[in-house]
Structure formats: structure tokens, C-alpha cells
């Protein structure tokens, strides 16, 4: 009996018509006797044979028809698609690099702190800024909640040297507001 060529599974894939053909006849005639096992022709990539058939010793480096008929039927090799592109990898600096980079630090340094410094004067401006509007903010609340505030408003002052007062007067409601007994200076002033 010779050694049975199986189709490898390269060669199942381009052909699936011609293999199931194949396997189907295979499979009737090549039947083994019964207490024999053979090895299943599913998925291999390998030629089997049958174990009770000698193999070509293995240091044997000879070349059979049937392999170079095999090796013709393999696919071209193609090479794989190069493309020019690009990546970030980590790089060692040059001393002149290392230089150029110390210099960016320092100037990048030198401008947050010029940054820092405009930023605390601004905090300063708008800190009195924010306090006026404060102060403004309670004076008006206050204003709001009493319904009145205190302006200024041309009032008469009447010296009454025969009671002996002094009486104050708004001249918009004509409403005496203030009323006070005269100090001694005042009531010397009336003699004079």
C-alpha cells in the first residue's frame, strides 16, 4: 500500500467542492479494518498516513515528488504593507538638548511667577473693590429694610430766649425735630 496524499487545510479552504468529493470517496473506500484506529482527517495541516504502513526514516533528507509538488502548490509570499508614520517614544537628550530644555524650564518658571504676582495685584484691586460694594450693599439693605434713610435737608434754627430753647425745624415739612435748653454761653450771647 503507498502513502495516501491528504490535502492540507490551506488547500481545503481555496478548494471546498472538489475536497468534499474527496472526502466523501475517502471515506467509503479507505475504511479501516475493525480494532484499527486511525487518525481523523479534520482540521490537520500535515499528510497522515496509516499507522501500520512504514514511514522514510526521519534522518532521511531527501526530497519526494509528492513533497515538491507541495511546495509548488504554496502561495507567493507577499510582504507585508509598510507605511511611512509616526509615534511618541521615549528619547534620550543630547547635552545641547538638555541645555535648550533647562533654559525653557527657567523662562517657564520666570512667567508663572510674573503670572502669580499680577494675579495676587488684581486679587488686592478688586478685594477693595468687592469691600465698597460690601459696606454699599449693608447701607442700602438697611436703607430698604427701615424704609428711610437720612439726607441732608435745609432746616431754621430759632434761638427762644424768652424760654430759654433752641428749637430746629425741617423747612421741606416745617416739623420741629430738635428742641434743647440753651447753655449759659448761648444766653449770654443774647445780652451782647
Known amino acids: 500500500m503507498g502513502k495516501k496524499k491528504v490535502k492540507?487545510?490551506?488547500?481545503?479552504?481555496?478548494d471546498p467542492v472538489e475536497e468534499n468529493e474527496e472526502t466523501s470517496d475517502s471515506t467509503q473506500s479507505d475504511a479501516l479494518p475493525e480494532g484499527e484506529e486511525g487518525l481523523s482527517l479534520d482540521g490537520l495541516n500535515e499528510i497522515s498516513t496509516y499507522p501500520d504502513i512504514e514511514s522514510e526514516p526521519e534522518s532521511s533528507h531527501s526530497?519526494?515528488?509528492?513533497?515538491?509538488?507541495?511546495?509548488?502548490?504554496?502561495?507567493?509570499?507577499?510582504p507585508p504593507l509598510i507605511r511611512d508614520d509616526s509615534a511618541r517614544l521615549k528619547c534620550l537628550l543630547t547635552d545641547?538638548?538638555?541645555?535648550?530644555r533647562g533654559k525653557e524650564l527657567a523662562e517657564a518658571v520666570l512667567r508663572k511667577h510674573e503670572l502669580e504676582q499680577e494675579?495676587?495685584?488684581?486679587?488686592?484691586?478688586?478685594?477693595?473693590?468687592?469691600?465698597?460694594q460690601d459696606a454699599a450693599?449693608?447701607?442700602?439693605?438697611n436703607i430698604v429694610n427701615s424704609g428711610s434713610e437720612f439726607?441732608?435737608?435745609a432746616i431754621?434754627?430759632?434761638h427762644d430766649y424768652k424760654d430759654g430753647v433752641i428749637l430746629s425745624t425741617r423747612v421741606d415739612t416745617g416739623e420741629v425735630f430738635d428742641t434743647r435748653i440753651m447753655t449759659s454761653?448761648?444766653?449770654?450771647?443774647?445780652?451782647?
Open 63 to 78: 526530497v519526494t515528488p509528492e513533497m515538491e509538488a507541495e511546495l509548488e502548490k504554496k502561495p507567493e509570499y507577499k
Open 8 to 14: 492540507t487545510h490551506y488547500e481545503r479552504q481555496e
Open 185 to 192: 454761653n448761648e444766653r449770654q450771647m443774647s445780652l451782647i
Open 151 to 153: 439726607r441732608e435737608v
Open 119 to 132: 494675579l495676587d495685584g488684581i486679587k488686592k484691586h478688586y478685594a477693595t473693590d468687592i469691600k465698597a
Open 156 to 158: 431754621i434754627i430759632n
Open 96 to 100: 545641547t538638548e538638555k541645555q535648550a
Open 137 to 141: 450693599i449693608d447701607r442700602l439693605q
